[in-house]
């Protein structure tokens, strides 16, 4: 298989973390398609997705899959690995981390776009303001939520780690621990995990 991948995009650290945690890291092979960009095209990246957005899996049949939700739980299944819980209860508890943890990184990697790619002067302030306000809501939200994240962490908890340290890679003037003190002891906890080591953007 091969992992269409650009080491900087926190949703490959997703699945590139569940490789690792699966010992697949022999079996997925990472492939980068080069520049990938909103405003370009890469006929490498769009003929694995039509949409051209990473990550995007290869399989052996040359199907494909694509986002980090479908892929992450695709190599859990294929590995009867424990991410993705089988009980209704916590299985709905972690896809629904996973959906929070993903919409801060949605939120977080559009402003990306805009503030660091967009010309200042066609740059749409309130709309910032208002995307800014949301990734507030979602970690305050993490900050009250974190005493119940599971011990062993599940595709939720992975998701989550992986917002915060996309907001350390991007946003590091923005201190996101600042008023959340339960959430950044969290976060150092499972900063320890090699996988989570391995993966750290640079």
Request: hydrophobic share 45%; net charge negative.
């Amino acid at each position: 298989m091969k992992l269409v991948s650009v080491t900087a995009s926190p949703f490959v650290r997703k699945v590139r973390v569940l490789i690792l945690e699966l010992g697949f890291q022999d079996i997925v092979i990472l492939q980068d398609p080069g520049a990938v960009t909103p405003v370009s095209n890469n006929p490498d990246l769009n003929a694995v997705n039509p949409l051209g957005m990473v990550p995007a899996l290869e399989l052996d049949d040359g199907s494909n899959l694509y986002d980090s939700p479908v892929i992450c739980e695709y190599l859990n299944q294929l590995a009867d690995g424990p991410f993705f819980p089988a009980e209704a209860v916590r299985r709905f508890q972690t896809l629904g981390l996973q959906a929070l943890g993903d919409g801060i990184l949605d939120l977080s990697v559009a402003l990306r776009y805009e503030t660091a790619m967009r010309p200042e002067a066609l740059r749409w302030q309130e709309w910032i303001d208002h995307q800014n306000e949301k990734i507030t809501r979602g970690l305050d939200a993490l900050e009250t939520k974190c005493e119940y994240f599971e011990t062993s962490p599940l595709i939720g908890e992975i998701t989550i780690a992986c917002a915060l340290g996309y907001r350390d890679f991007r946003y590091a003037d923005d201190d996101w621990r600042v008023g959340r003190p339960a959430l950044a002891a969290w976060f150092e906890a499972i900063m320890q995990r090699a996988s989570l080591r391995q993966t750290i953007p640079g």
